[in-house]
């Protein structure tokens, strides 16, 4: 059974649309990543899971909850969303930042309880040393971590990911999405690295102009006709080690040859 379900998702922009008829399965303590090239409306879908934005047409249930019926209170101990930027004008240090995630399930009488969901959460995100810091003295890939360890404290049913890899280096990437695994939360993730999405992922939603366009298992999803028809590259995925994505040219040129 699946922890989160979407069905005929539209919204709208003034006249015009952004996603249509979009329907999506995540099951429980699945990774599940939303892939597409740019504008295909994967944040619009994220936003419309998490009760930002109100859709158009369509549902989007936590179990048999329509998540626009439900409180913010309600919806923040259940959803947890890292977007791709988010700042604050404050004079917050990283501490209070992680901190915000507690709101929802916290009180003045369980202070000592918040402290240490904190602690655990910078813990996780690899920012305890980030703590005490203002948010203006972090870098953007420092931030990042912050606002994971953020919705880490959420403690949610369903964590969701906007492109968490921005701003990381090489080794932040691969540390963030070997946590998200070894977590076992049912996760939505939308990534644009495909060789970190096949690394990653136990399904795709691959998404083109608006609407998903395939969806189901990694393996089967991310397949040669499909990396030409929705991102006009010329690849090839194999398993080695893991799965791996080959790069070798883009569709209709022969400029260049990755990995053989």
Do not use: Y
Request: hydrophobic share 45%.
């Amino acid at each position: 059974m699946s922890v989160l379900r979407v069905r005929g998702l539209c919204w709208s922009a003034g006249d015009r649309r952004i996603v249509h008829d979009v329907d999506l399965d995540v099951a429980p303590g699945s990774v599940t990543g939303i892939i597409g090239p740019n504008g295909s409306g994967k944040t619009t879908v994220l936003h419309l899971v998490a009760g930002l934005r109100r859709p158009s047409a369509g549902t989007v249930l936590l179990g048999e909850d329509d998540v626009t019926a439900l409180p913010p209170r309600e919806r923040a101990r259940r959803v947890a969303l890292v977007e791709q930027k988010a700042g604050t004008d404050l004079d917050l240090t990283a501490r209070d930042v992680v901190a915000l995630g507690r709101f929802a399930r916290s009180s003045p009488w369980h202070r000592a309880g918040t402290e240490a969901a904190v602690d655990r959460a910078l813990s996780l995100a690899g920012a305890s040393g980030l703590a005490d810091r203002t948010w203006v003295t972090l870098s953007g890939g420092e931030q990042q971590r912050v606002h994971l360890a953020r919705a880490l404290a959420q403690e949610p049913q369903v964590l969701l990911l906007d492109e968490p890899t921005n701003h990381l280096d090489l080794a932040h990437q691969i540390g963030l999405l070997h946590l998200v695994r070894s977590l076992g939360w049912t996760t939505l993730v939308v990534l644009h690295d495909l060789d970190l999405a096949a690394a990653s992922c136990d399904e795709l939603v691959v998404m083109d102009a608006g609407t998903v366009v395939r969806s189901g298992p990694t393996e089967e999803v991310l397949g040669a006709d499909l990396l030409g028809d929705v991102f006009g590259v010329r690849a090839s995925v194999r398993r080695e080690d893991r799965l791996r994505m080959l790069w070798h040219g883009l569709v209709g040129t022969s400029s260049w040859e990755g990995a053989r």
